[in-house]
C-alpha cells in the first residue's frame, strides 16, 4: 500500500498501530518475567515477635497466612486448607527431607495457625517453624 500525499484539508483517517503493538508486547514481556519472581515479602504480614528465633538452614517451604486468613505456599496462593494439603504432599515426594516455616500474621486466629501444622505433621513433615520478628522493648505496646 502506497503512502498518498495528503493536501492541506485532507484529514488522516489512517492510524498506525505498529507503536501500540511494540509497546504491549513489552508490556507483556515484563509483566510475565516479573510475576515469575515474585517474592513472598511482596505480601505485607506483621510478624509476632520472640526471644528464641533462630535461622533455618534446609530447603524450605514457606507457609504465609495473611491477616484476611489467604494461605499462600512459596509465593502461590492456595484455596484452601486441602489444596495445601495436596500442595504439601507433592512437596514431600519431590524432597521428603523439606522443612516448613509458617509466616502468620499477629491477627490471625491461632486455629488457623493450627490447622497448618496440623497437615504438616500428618504428612510427617518432621521440621517446620513458626516465623517471628526479634523482640524489641520499644516494640511493647
Known sequence: MAMQQLSENELMTDINITPLVD?????LI??????TVMDVKLI????????TGN???????AILISKDNE???AGRPIASIDALK????TKKEENPGFQAVISADRRVYHGQVV????????????????QVEPFSETAIQ
Request: charge should be negative.
Open 55 to 61: 535461622k533455618a538452614d534446609q530447603e524450605t517451604v
Open 115 to 130: 490447622q497448618v501444622i496440623d497437615v504438616l505433621r500428618a504428612l510427617s513433615v518432621g521440621h517446620f517453624a513458626i
Open 30 to 35: 515484563t509483566f510475565m518475567l516479573v510475576s
Open 86 to 89: 495436596a500442595a504439601l504432599k
Open 44 to 51: 505485607k504480614v506483621e510478624l509476632p515477635q520472640a526471644d
Open 71 to 73: 494461605l499462600s505456599m
Open 23 to 27: 509497546i504491549m508486547l513489552v508490556l
